[in-house]
C-alpha cells in the first residue's frame, strides 16, 4: 500500500531556530516533492528530488532512498515561513500520494 | 505568479447540480494534474492529463471528468454534486509526462455545495 507519513503534526517555533519535517513513505519512489501552501490557500511547490540533496535559499531538501524517508530543514526561521508544508510523493506506478502537512507557526 | 490560471475562483452551487472547473498552464507546461482539498481528506489527486491524453487518474469519482484541450487547458466536470464535493479544487502543471519535473499550482476553485 502506497502510504506517506509527515511528522510533526504541527510545530511552533521561535524566530531563528532551525526547524526540520520529516516525511516516511512506504515503497519505492519516482520522485518526492515538497510543498508551501500558505494560509490563503495558494500552494508552492518548494522542491522535487529524486536523491541526494537541494539548498534554496534558507530551505534544504534532503531524500534518502534506501530509507525511505526526506527532511525539510529551515535555516534561521522567521514568521513569513508560516505555513503549512506538504510532503507529496510520486509512486511508480503513476500514483501520487500527500502526506497530511505540518502546520508550522513561527513566532517572532 | 505561477502562470497556471484557474477560474472561477469560487463557486456556490445547490446539491445535484453540474459544474465545470477550468484551467489553463503556464506556457510551455504540457502536464495538467487534478487535485482536490477537502478538510476531513487533506490533498487527493484526482487525474493527470499530458499533451491532451489522460495519463492516470487518482481517486476520481465516477461523477466526476475531465479532459484536455489542443490548446492544453483543461477542464473537470462535477456532477450530480453532493454537500461531500465541497472542497478547493487544484490544478497544476509542469513541462514533463511525470513527477520529475517541477510543479506549478494554480490559486484554486473554492466549491461550495449547498
Known amino acids: 500500500k502506497n502510504e506517506v507519513e509527515q511528522s510533526p503534526q504541527n510545530l511552533t517555533a521561535q524566530e531563528g531556530e532551525f526547524i526540520t519535517i520529516n516525511c516516511s513513505y512506504s515503497?519505492?519512489?519516482?520522485?518526492l516533492h515538497w510543498l508551501q501552501q500558505h494560509p490563503g490557500g495558494g500552494i508552492v511547490s518548494l522542491f522535487m528530488l529524486s536523491s541526494g540533496k537541494k539548498k534554496h535559499g534558507r530551505l534544504i531538501a534532503t531524500i534518502n532512498i534506501q530509507e525511505k524517508h526526506s527532511s525539510l530543514h529551515i535555516t534561521a526561521s522567521h514568521p513569513r515561513d508560516s505555513a503549512v508544508y506538504i510532503c507529496a510523493v510520486f509512486f511508480t506506478g503513476n500514483q501520487f500520494y500527500f502526506g497530511t502537512g505540518t502546520s508550522l507557526t513561527v513566532i517572532p | 505568479d505561477s502562470g497556471v490560471t484557474q477560474t472561477p475562483k469560487h463557486l456556490i452551487t445547490a446539491t445535484g447540480q453540474r459544474v465545470t472547473l477550468r484551467c489553463s498552464p503556464r506556457?510551455?507546461?504540457?502536464?495538467v494534474y487534478w487535485y482536490q482539498q477537502s478538510l476531513d481528506q487533506g490533498l487527493q489527486f484526482l487525474i493527470h492529463y499530458y499533451n491532451g491524453e489522460e495519463r492516470a487518474k487518482g481517486n476520481i469519482l465516477e461523477r466526476f471528468s475531465a479532459q484536455q484541450f489542443p490548446d492544453l487547458h483543461s477542464e473537470l466536470n462535477l456532477s450530480s454534486l453532493e454537500l461531500g464535493d465541497s472542497a478547493l479544487y487544484f490544478c497544476a502543471s509542469s513541462v514533463e509526462p511525470n513527477y520529475n519535473s517541477p510543479l506549478h499550482f494554480g490559486n484554486g476553485t473554492r466549491l461550495t455545495v449547498t
Open positions: 506556457s510551455g507546461d504540457l502536464s
Open positions: 515503497v519505492g519512489i519516482s520522485a
